[in-house]
């Protein structure tokens, strides 16, 4: 079958998320700057979010221009990551509105290392489909970041435990990772 569906469905869903996380930024009551301050550990979160989304989107796409069809395994594997992602908003909210306490921080990242695991299945179910020579499998050997990313998500988790800045740091540092764009694809494809 094509993919046309599966990409309309997850750009859909992934729109929702960032709508669900905009809106649980409460309007404050004030009409200073003063008001604004107790917002910013959930603007914060949201700020982190936000750039996750947006990886994930960025990195699902050039995933999808990869290949041509797609089939029932790869629909549940592409929901297994969507459900994940879904709750992004919930463990931002929690995480911004407890000012960085150990627990939110610590499920923050459990979300996350979950999420980098869904897409890694997806990614290998697409590949799967595809074959071992096909233009996804080529593009996506050498896969540091993504490595990267879920030791860095390990060692956050209990860390929050210790120290949550020192988690949420990792968190950062692992978006700001995946902001340099990864052009495997894209390279691949215009080879």
Known sequence: ??????????????????????????????FDLAALRPL??????????????????????????????VNGPILWAN???????????FVTGWMGENHFAAMPVALYGTVLLLAAIAYFILT????????????LAIAVTGNFKEKISVVFYAVAIPLAFVNSWLACALYVLVAI???????RIEKTLTS
Do not use: C
């Open 40 to 69: 910013l550990p959930v603007f914060l979160s949201y700020v982190l979010s936000f750039i996750y989304i947006g990886i994930y989107w960025n990195n699902h796409h050039h995933l999808l221009q990869a290949v041509r069809h």
């Open 1 to 30: 079958m094509g993919k046309g569906r599966l990409e309309a469905f997850s750009d859909g869903v992934i729109a929702i998320i960032i709508t669900i996380m905009v809106l649980e930024i409460k309007v404050p009551h004030g």
């Open 177 to 183: 990772i995946w902001l340099i764009p990864d052009r």
């Open 79 to 89: 929901l297994h990551l969507l459900f994940w992602l879904s709750l992004i908003p």
């Open 124 to 135: 290998r179910t697409l590949i799967s489909y595809h074959g071992k020579d096909s233009t």
